[in-house]
């Protein structure tokens, strides 16, 4: 049932991200290919032919891929430094570590932790964060350790301290499960790696609190939820992955925030596979997502 | 193939909407029954069942409709005056009578001809006008009267008196199939039928001008398109119908146009033939959609 | 959160099903009115308004519902037998119990025990029954008890014996959340409740064993789910609800068996929520959904 | 509005097909760059890495295509044998030569069409060719070339031999629009290109005549379309795309197959756009879709 997400044993990522030349694909493959690498997966995009900016995803398989990582990065280094272009290589037998904040709503929270159980999300999860306690019990059960900090009165900056120590060398990335707290410019920058945030609406529209009252008032039709990565203006970093559900007249704002939920615990499911995966390329204020 | 669109011969569409109180819909049915009617569909809704709104939609069918016709309006008037409702009564084989404004966009304007040639839209269009003459072949083709009625400049007074001219008296609503000109309250007062509009983008996400590129900079992964009652306030009518399509990043703002179209004329038709088979009902800001 | 699925304290769902005949309408709500009854919704259908089949389902709020039911029940004797037609009244404010089945998957059974503790599913769920025991510590987490009985072995009978003593007055339907037992016909007759079954296909497609194996064999382009109520006839009961994922030719049988199980899930709970909430009639081989 | 469908000036298609192998993905890339190509996209998918059947479409731009066209050939044809693939180049500002056979129903024949017309189809249409003559004004309105083979009676091969006739030479592929006719396996091999097929129902389920209605007495909650190269096994050949609409138990027959024209009209349109770009290889009784 969990085929499709091995432990993948002896599996690099390559990401190569920069400005677009002729030559590039046959370079970077041509590398791959006399480092004895095997390509499984390659995808790529140029955001314009003419002179844009290049991006390219490669999954290969080597035998004994941690013996052979130096030289690999060397012959990266030598080969991709005439080109300008940033790369990174990755071994996918290491899962990253992911870190969830979370408040009382539950849905998205199980729905990660399930779901790592269930072998499809390639991440580690030390630690569950969270500024109140009723999910204690249900994320144990998963044997993830939980961690309450409280984040009560206008001062966050003493439970932002708090949450930082916990963090600090400790995870990749952190995923903010419908965690109704502001981060602060501060944390971020502090916390340096990436944070992903579900915010439930389709954003633009009913950017900041009660999308779902505003969703109501407004009378639309479709409802939705948006993930993307969380930067210093509020609902308005990159964009990973959006999607929609139905609703109607009949339906008060309650019964939008309900069906809304399972919206939200499937678009902040797969930003994080993705996420990941290797799968998502920051670029200015978008992603590619390959 | 057009079989669920009969001429609808001695069938009547009751619309009832006011205050809800206990006991209407057993008057309202009760009434029909007396009246020899057999009732068809029947869709009710109260936006809050302790006082809120109610909203009623009834088809029946009575032998010899149109003779009776009056018989029923007196009942109607004298058995729900009480209630402080207010109704409107249908006879269904009576199609409504449907102007389109286009411009030089093809496929919301050829996709209602062709929907209507179909037999799937109830009504008669007794005109097309366009401020450009690109598609005045195809509407011909299709045996609908084509105008044109240029609209440039920045004064618009002009333009918008010969329309008033063309519709007056001829039309029961006006539909906006891409009409790229503002219209004016002006207009809006004196044509004095309903005006649906097809906006493309997923209201009220990228309002106004240009949304496919606004949608492209923001890097979005689904697009949209929404159809509404026309207000004097731009892009903020009573929303009837709205749909997206996925999209990533490898498209271009001309791709996100190229495959909104697609959405836009979907959305369009639906809203048209709900508006069409008085299925669509105002409230506020708000539409109820039996 | 769990707005929507009130106790409906004095909510009574009445299901009315028989030949159609004009008044009967008319008759049911003027019954409603005159007992005090407030209509909250309904809904009703005639597969062919000149002699068909009539199916209706109203929801009414009266003050003290459970005194009066017996004058009510009285009412609809005398007044609905003079048509002919079915009908059953049930107290909303008294779930049904509902007990699963499942096997070693977990994916089906957990979501209907976290949307029953989310409050979704207007439900009891008095136990869950399975021939494996993986599943027992998460089922006892959310509070329900769990009864292991295992089914090895060509002969099912002493294992349907047992299941059936432990059911036995004890529930109004069963589920078969991947129960991966073929139900003799034998208990099915004796177990004389409604059981609803989630398939892993979009049926007719892929019926019998094995059919994520066999989409992938035939290279489809979706692959689907579909719960319906069980028949003795294997895979051919009358359908509730179904839905589809899109796939590709990238993934294996298992991509798409662990694709597929989050449209199992959604599906099944669509089905239960509907049979829960008396939203579903059983009319032949199909069904009416409310 | 036509932005993405270029005239593609310049740009190549290579397919390559095969048994996988290390370094097959470096020996394209470099054979491209070595002959001044500069890929614009690049998709491969191999269904077992080890030792599996390997599948790749790159399209490059080459300045002055077609002169450099042979030479490339010959390095293909020196690079690539040692591999035992097969490849496939072709020059994509050559519009490949479609032709429609179609019967009464327009809904999938007006939409190739009007796609064509509005530069989203990368093809010519030399012919359309019915059993009916209704659609003929139409169709010559578009300005495409209508021939009317009737097809009376049980003996279809002078029909087929006019049509073949009227192929023989002038086209590239073949589609069948709703052609209401079985094509026999003589005329199949007689015309000697692909023949791409709309299936008004989703395969396997409901295969052969009449799936509405039997999707209709079946009591599916979803109905579907399927488009595939038509082998000489009736409804069996490969998928190229599929999609559903959901229906419910309300609607007739008829008003399933209104609905499926819907579904059939994008299906069979997304079949012929891929297939038109080289996006479709056919790998046994399935296909690849890039």
Redesign the interface.
């Known amino acids: ?4 997400i091995q432990p993948n044993k002896d599996h690099a990522c390559l990401i190569v991200h920069g400005p677009d030349q ?2 590039l ?2 370079a970077v ?2 590398l ?2 006399r480092n ?1 690498g ?10 314009n ?1 003419a002179g844009g900016a290049f991006f390219q995803r490669v999954v290969f ?1 080597r035998a004994d891929l941690s013996a052979a990582l130096p030289e690999i990065q060397a012959d990266l280094d030598a080969t991709l430094s005439p080109y300008g272009v940033e790369w990174t290589l990755t071994d996918q037998s290491i899962p990253k570590r992911m870190a969830i904040l979370a408040s009382t ?1 539950d ?1 998205c929270l ?1 729905e990660l932790l ?1 779901r790592h159980r ?1 072998g ?1 999300l390639p991440v580690t999860i030390p630690m569950v964060i969270s500024n109140h306690t009723n999910t204690a ?2 994320v144990r ?1 998963f044997g993830i350790p939980f961690f309450h900090v409280p984040s009560a009165g206008p001062d966050k900056s003493e439970a932002e301290a708090k949450i930082l120590e916990l963090l600090a060398g400790n995870v990749d990335f952190v995923v903010l499960a419908r965690y109704m707290q502001i981060i602060s410019e501060d944390f971020l920058q502090k916390v340096a790696v990436p944070v992903i945030n579900i915010h439930h609406s ?5 950017i900041g609190a009660a999308p779902y009252r505003k969703a109501k ?6 409802i ?1 939820a948006t993930s993307h990565y969380v930067t210093e203006d509020l609902d308005e970093g ?7 559900a139905r609703v ?5 704002a ?2 939008l ?2 069906r809304g ?2 919206v939200e615990r ?1 678009v902040l499911s797969r930003a994080v596979q993705w996420h990941a995966e290797d799968r998502v390329i920051r670029h200015g ?5 390959f």
Chains 1, 2, 3, 4 share one sequence.
Do not use: C
Request: glycine content about 6%; hydrophobic content about 35%; cysteine-free.
């Open positions: 049932m969990t085929a499709h002729p030559g694909v046959a493959t041509g791959i290919t004895q095997n390509i499984v997966t390659l995808d790529q995009y140029s955001d032919p398989h709503s849905h199980l399930w269930r499809e019990e249900d059960t389709f954003l633009p529209a009913f008032e407004r009378g639309v039709k479709l939705g990159p964009i990973i992955e959006q999607d929609v109607d007249h009949s339906m008060t309650s019964d925030q309900a939920a399972y499937a204020n978008q992603t590619i997502v």
